[in-house]
């Protein structure tokens, strides 16, 4: 999918790239606008479901876009329950949405990958 990047609703962050950028979403290569949280770049791109309620299975989408609502929750480069909203998109991220309820932390800080983490 093809992103014309003057064409959205979300501006791009001040000093920020512009222009499109390539990511995974659910393991399937999406182009998406840079100098963007995660969650506008989804948005723009077109993604409407970025997880489901762990209850009912009932799709969400990004509500507040200011990191308050918890809405846009989605699993980035392997690290679950990440607020969507507040995390600048970046090219080859790996954006996967979050089905119900995430699994527990790893018990031991040798256990958490660190690779593709982007430093976060
Ligand atoms: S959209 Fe509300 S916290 Fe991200």
Redesign the pocket.
Known sequence: MTVQANHTLFKPLDGKESGNIEIWFNDEPLTVPAGRSV?AALLASGVSRFRATPVSGAPRA????????????VEIDGVPSR????VEVKAGMRVRSQEGARDLPPTHPADISLENAHGR
């Open positions: 969650a990004p509500y507040c876009m200011m990191g308050a609502c918890f809405e846009c929750l607020q969507s909203c507040m």
